[in-house]
């Protein structure tokens, strides 16, 4: 099949971005932002979609232009399509065209509503790029792409101190990463001698004896996907990245950019496999993050920062899932993941946007007839997370922990493994009782919220109305007026897209494993694992170890919703009796194990405070220094200006002067 | 009986030149009106013509001569430009003192 189209994928949210951002310049041109965003990025999926069963075997690489090419160095543009590369395409292209969708709604009366759509354009170019890059250094730019976008995007309320500070700390921290993904790339072109991904893993697979070199490359390239993918230590920026739009959470945060680590590593598997160590650690950090940031979930009353604990923690899984070598499990997960988080959060937007702003899970209860529509896809959302038996997030997360288990209890079995599947199992417990905690909490019990003080684009809207430039009344406005009255369902164009999402969250899991899609699609990309497979599958109970474990995590992800039903539906006494029993705990938790403080004081603080030695070094002494200089002629000039009369006569003179003396030095020395 | 002229030697002509110049200086720096002021400039000019021309014929080259060409046509052409700026100067003071013209003094 003809790959030619393939390229266009990146460039319409290209073109789209370009043209959204035209569209910031003129009031009358806003509402057409969005159309030009969602239609880029739903012919990219419509491309990819085309091109399904098309891809050769071992992948094609579509050239586009000439980048770098340098001596022996070369950097083209050119995209490299494997099964892989199509799933990634799958899950940017079509969440991003359902979260654009709904954030067309959402974002409705926004001051920056075209500035919006132009930054998703972008970064739906950025991902795309990452995900079909041929090259590392163009994956890299990707990936500092997408880093840039989700910069903008969470500090896209500028005005708010919170925000610009989150889209600052979610740069730097993903510039540590990143610096240690940069030093991979460069290792591997020194290594291999070469960028291009099909040539670096053609080489990774020919190393027989593997140097110090070639087994330091995982490590770095680890680090960068650690940043982009929130793992420890590096996870801090996600949480308050949560200060961004709503969609740009579901879709950046959540969905898509987040992904990008578990993405690459899948991609450079074969890299990855040359050090024996490099895999254990990619799981031991997923599978610590997970259950470290599903515990900080427990105690949380943000829904947005529960959800980001919550991805942080799915991530792990992903991880884990990969550093088991199961990178079938990773990327199923990614892909049921994406619909379910995505989901999740822009339901959790409903919720915002229902009751002005409010995030508070103490200040809302018993939601489900205000909503009734928002309460129930949050809830098909909440069981695929949960990992509810039969839904989406069921059949991904019960591959991976098998997959983990399989290591620990196989024919070779290692204890790290089966420690890490109980873990994981542990972990999945804490995300079913911390899902429903807040599904219980927003929507069943008593009927009882207070609203939110801020609205997105309320301030604006006023602003709107003040200039009175606005003079025939939006849908949106109205939407606005009703909400300082009371909360209210999502029209149903709003929620269209989530309906979607919530029958992917049902059925993305059964359809993809039992079709056998998602691992014919990873086997057969540069993802695939080799020779690793052994044919003694291990058992536990007597049972196929499969089959095992699918009872045992069913049984826990519905003890987990049982416990949070009980304690946040049925009894909320109860739950807070238990909180003040374990006061400690809950402040700990409820605190985030106090990470932030720790990284403040011992990182960020000394750091400030060698600026500011360095400020006063530079005021003081360098600074001075030029200051001196400059002063030197100032006092100079002190006394030569008076010669300065501005007298023409006085200048002639001194001129007639200056001559004859020159003449008569010109006399003596001529004799 | 000699010509006159022909008892005249190089000295008398750099003589006349350098009396000219003197007298150009004298007058530049002890008037304040910019017109003389400008004249005495020229006056200073036509000493150093004379100078080159004596010298030329004294060497038997024609080079001075050409320059002096030159140099006199140069200075109609800034005599023009100066007096068109004398008359600006004068527009702007209603006065032909150099005097009123001394802001820039330190």
Redesign the interface.
């Known amino acids: 099949m003809n790959l030619d189209l393939i390229k266009f994928i990146p460039w319409l949210p290209a073109l789209a971005a370009v043209l959204c951002g035209l569209c910031c310049t003129k009031k009358a041109l806003r509402c057409l932002a969005a159309p030009i965003c969602i239609l880029s990025i739903a012919s990219g999926f419509v491309i990819a979609f085309l091109h399904r069963g098309g891809v050769p075997p071992g992948g094609a690489v579509v050239p586009f232009f000439e980048w770098i090419n340098i001596g022996g160095f070369s950097a083209n543009f050119s995209y490299f399509i494997d099964p892989l590369t199509l799933i990634m395409l799958f899950v940017v292209c079509g969440i991003g065209t359902l979260v654009a969708w709904y954030a067309a709604f959402y974002m409705k009366g926004d001051k920056g509503y075209a500035r919006f759509f132009t930054f998703v354009s972008l970064f739906i170019f950025a991902m795309t790029n990452l995900v079909m890059a041929d090259n590392l250094v163009l994956l890299y730019l990707g990936w500092e792409g997408v880093g840039l976008c989700s910069y903008l995007l969470i500090g896209y309320y500028y005005n708010k101190p919170s925000a610009v500070a989150a889209a600052k700390k979610a740069f730097i921290v993903n510039r540590i990463g990143d610096l240690g993904f940069a030093l991979g790339i460069f290792l591997v072109y020194q290594t291999f001698g070469t960028v291009s991904l099909r040539e670096a893993i053609i080489a990774a697979e020919h190393v027989s004896e593997p140097s110090t070199a070639v087994t330091l490359i995982p490590f770095l390239l680890m680090l960068g996907a650690f940043g982009k993918s929130a793992q420890l230590p590096l996870y801090v920026w996600l949480p308050d990245a949560m200060e961004g739009p709503t969609p740009v959470s579901a879709l950046i945060h959540a969905a898509t950019m987040v992904t990008a680590g578990v993405y690459m590593i899948a991609r450079l598997l074969p890299i990855f496999v040359l050090s024996p160590y490099a895999l254990p650690v990619v799981a031991v950090v997923g599978g610590l993050t997970a259950v470290f940031a599903a515990t900080i979930a427990l105690c949380q009353y943000d829904i947005k920062r529960i959800y980001a604990y919550s991805t942080i923690s799915q991530l792990g899984y992903m991880f884990l899932g990969v550093g088991a070598l199961s990178t079938v499990g990773g990327v199923f997960h990614l892909f049921t993941h994406a619909f379910f988080k995505a989901l999740l959060f822009l339901t959790a937007g409903s919720v915002m946007h229902a009751l002005a702003g409010q995030l508070d899970l103490r200040k809302m209860s018993g939601l489900r007839t205000k909503m009734p529509v928002t309460c129930w896809l949050m809830f098909v959302g909440c069981l695929a997370l949960a990992g509810f038996p039969l839904t989406a997030g069921f059949f991904s997360k019960d591959m991976i922990l098998a997959a983990v288990m399989e290591k620990g209890l196989g024919e070779h079995g290692q204890p790290l493994f089966l420690a890490l599947g109980i873990l994981g199992l542990f972990t999945a417990f804490l995300t079913a009782f911390y899902t429903f905690r807040l599904w219980f909490r927003v929507f069943m019990g008593p009927e009882q919220y207070e609203m939110g003080e801020e609205h997105h684009g309320a301030e604006e809207h006023g602003h709107d109305h003040g200039h009175g430039e606005d003079a025939k009344p939006q849908a949106a406005s109205d939407i606005k007026v009703e909400h300082h009255h009371d909360a209210h369902e999502m029209p149903l164009l709003m929620n269209l897209p989530l309906i979607v999402l919530a029958a992917g969250a049902i059925a993305a899991g059964y359809w993809a494993e039992h079709s056998g899609w998602i691992e014919s699609m990873v086997e057969s990309s540069t993802a695939a694992v080799h020779g690793g497979e052994s044919a003694h599958a291990a058992e536990l109970f007597g049972y196929h170890l499969h089959t095992a474990m699918m009872v045992i995590s069913s049984a826990i992800s519905i003890l987990g919703i049982a416990l949070a039903a009980y304690f946040h539906w049925l009894n909320r006494p109860a739950a807070d009796a238990a909180a003040r029993q374990y006061k400690s705990i809950v402040t700990l938790l409820n605190n985030k194990y106090y990470v932030d403080e720790i990284n403040d004081a011992a990182i960020v603080t000394p750091l400030r405070t060698k600026g500011e030695i360095f400020f006063a070094i530079d005021r003081l002494i360098i600074d001075a220094l030029v200051t001196l200089v400059g002063l030197v002629p100032r006092a100079l000039g002190i006394g030569a200006r008076r010669l300065q009369t501005g007298a023409l006569q006085g200048y002639g003179l001194g001129m007639a002067c200056g001559a004859a003396v020159l003449l008569l030095l010109v006399l003596f020395v001529a004799n | 009986m000699t010509d006159p002229l022909h008892s005249l030697t190089l000295a008398h002509y750099l003589f006349t030149g350098a009396v000219l110049f003197v007298l150009g ?1 004298i007058g ?5 009106n910019l017109i003389i ?1 400008f004249l005495c400039t020229e006056m200073m000019f036509q000493g150093v013509a004379v100078t080159l021309v004596a010298f030329s014929r004294y060497h038997q080259n024609d080079t001075g001569q050409t320059f002096v060409i030159f140099l006199l046509t140069i200075a109609a052409a800034e005599a023009a430009l100066a007096l068109g700026l004398v008359v600006l100067l004068f527009r702007r003071r209603r006065t032909l003192d ?2 009123a ?6």
């Not at chain 2, 530049?28 to 304040?32: K, L, N, P, V, W």
Request: glycine share 14%; hydrophobic share 45%; net charge positive.
């Open positions: 200086v530049f720096i002890s008037r304040r002021m150099a005097q013209w001394g802001e820039m003094k330190g």
